[in-house]
């Protein structure tokens, strides 16, 4: 089964910190996601990265940056976190670009 | 833009009986997959069925089947004899450009 980790279930930062969220993917995926989840909005996507230090932007990449030194790990990274990035964070895998993906159980953020 | 609709925000089902959650997309794709996940209560986001666009037939997986009408570009899920545990968030997911986009999401809500 693949299987896809996420660093923390639950974080509360404070507004200016910078925040790392770590994602592993055991499964040799090339495809990796970032998706931000909020009532009503569904999960739209921050960023993704199609190889090894790859990255492409998805509809809403402003605050965020990510990181993929390897090819099982991609993290979203935070510069300056401000309040209105309180939202659940999904990290997500796949084999091919268009087909199924696996997700992580979620990083619930709050920035206070 | 937003190109997965799902216009049922809540749906609530008796134990047993059958519901129907829809779904429309719009892609530009000729050749794609169409993708419904379960997001169950404080729990991983799963695959629940997959169906490929070139394929006429409907796709089935136990319980779970779709309506697809590609001319019209609707995906609906249907769930025969809803069981407790089919309650969650379920969402529609279709390929656009580089990525996968996501609807809002439907609660399905089980009752005894």
């Known amino acids: 089964d693949v299987k896809v980790t996420q660093s923390s279930r639950y974080l509360v930062k404070r507004t200016g910190e910078k925040v790392f969220l770590e994602c592993v993917q055991d499964?040799?995926?090339?495809?990796m996601f970032w998706y931000r989840q909020d009532p009503g909005l569904g999960l739209r996507l921050i960023y993704f990265?199609?190889?090894?230090?790859?990255?492409e932007k998805g509809d809403i990449p402003e605050g965020y940056s990510v990181s993929r030194e390897k090819k099982e790990r991609f993290s979203l990274i935070l510069e300056s976190a401000s309040t209105n990035q309180t939202s659940m964070y999904l990290c997500?895998?796949?084999?091919?670009?268009?087909?199924?993906?696996?997700f992580g159980p979620g990083t619930r953020l709050t920035v206070l | 833009a937003q190109t997965v609709t799902q216009s049922q925000p809540e749906m609530s089902v008796q134990e047993a009986e059958t519901v129907t959650l829809s779904c429309t997309y719009d892609?530009?794709?000729?050749?794609?997959?169409l993708f419904w996940y379960k997001q169950p209560p404080s729990r991983q986001m799963i695959l629940v069925i997959r169906?490929?666009?070139?394929?006429?037939q409907n796709a089935t997986e136990n319980r779970f089947s779709v309506n697809f009408q590609k001319a019209a570009k609707s995906f609906s899920l249907k769930i025969s004899d809803s069981q407790l545990g089919d309650a969650a968030m379920y969402f529609c997911?279709?390929?656009?450009?580089?990525?996968?986009?996501f609807g809002a999401g439907t609660r399905l809500t089980v009752k005894p």
């Open positions: 997500a895998s796949s084999l091919v670009r268009y087909n199924e993906q696996f």
């Open positions: 997911a279709s390929p656009n450009n580089n990525d996968m986009r």
């Open positions: 169906q490929e666009a070139y394929k006429q």
């Open positions: 990265s199609y190889d090894v230090k790859m990255k």
């Open positions: 499964m040799d995926h090339e495809n």
């Open positions: 892609t530009s794709e000729s050749d794609y997959y």
